[in-house]
């Protein structure tokens, strides 16, 4: 886990930030996965590259110019916690497993495998995601189970 600096754009209710690529097959489908599994509806998801999926990214010095040949994050899911901070990669999928009653016990688990296998694994998945998946041209809150929280404006 890295712990960075509490959230400064906004806080919606003390809710989960999950920044998911929104042109991905695989992140559509993990969204619509998730949403009916978080009860207490603590997770709001958010675009990586929308306005304020930019704009979380650049107050936790993780946004990278396009020019600059970085896979992270920008590859990668990412969990904010506004009071621990954020997770990247296989930590962030194990905590926001945590998060879901149906799934704790899998991301407790998870938790135990060491973070250089789990990300291996991840990567693997990442890079091969659009090819097993597909892609979308954008992610569209029409596209969301209703009552998801979704947002992409600051």
Same mark, same amino acid.
């Given at each position: 886990?890295?712990? !960075?600096?509490?959230?400064? &754009?906004?806080?919606?209710?003390?809710? %989960?930030?999950?920044?998911?690529?929104?042109?991905?097959?695989?992140?559509? @489908?993990?969204?619509?996965?998730?949403?009916?599994?978080? /009860?207490? !509806? &603590?997770?709001?998801? +958010?675009?990586?590259?929308?306005?304020?999926?930019?704009?979380?990214?650049?107050?936790?010095?993780?946004?990278?110019?396009?020019?600059?040949?970085?896979? #992270?994050? /920008?590859?990668? +899911?990412?969990?904010?916690?506004?009071?621990?901070?954020?997770?990247? %990669?296989?930590?962030?999928?194990?905590?926001?497993?945590?998060?879901?009653?149906? @799934?704790?016990?899998?991301? +407790? #688990?998870?938790?135990?495998?060491? &973070?250089?296998?789990?990300?291996?694994?991840?990567?693997?998945?990442?890079?091969? =995601?659009? !090819?097993?998946?597909?892609?979308?041209?954008?992610?569209? =809150?029409?596209? /969301?189970? !209703?009552?998801?929280?979704?947002?992409?404006?600051?």
């Amino acid at each position: 886990m890295t712990e !960075k600096q509490p959230l400064k &754009s906004q806080e919606v209710s003390g809710k %989960k930030w999950i920044l998911f690529d929104g042109s991905c097959g695989l992140c559509h @489908w993990s969204v619509r996965f998730i949403t009916p599994k978080d /009860l207490n !509806k &603590s997770c709001c998801f +958010v675009p990586l590259n929308s306005p304020l999926g930019i704009q979380l990214l650049k107050e936790r010095g993780l946004y990278f110019p396009k020019d600059i040949n970085a896979t #992270l994050p /920008l590859n990668s +899911v990412i969990l904010i916690d506004p009071i621990k901070g954020y997770y990247i %990669k296989s930590e962030a999928v194990i905590q926001i497993l945590k998060l879901l009653p149906s @799934w704790h016990f899998i991301g +407790v #688990l998870m938790q135990y495998i060491p &973070s250089k296998i789990s990300d291996f694994f991840y990567d693997y998945i990442a890079k091969n =995601r659009t !090819k097993w998946f597909g892609t979308k041209l954008s992610c569209k =809150r029409s596209d /969301l189970p !209703k009552n998801t929280c979704f947002k992409t404006e600051i």
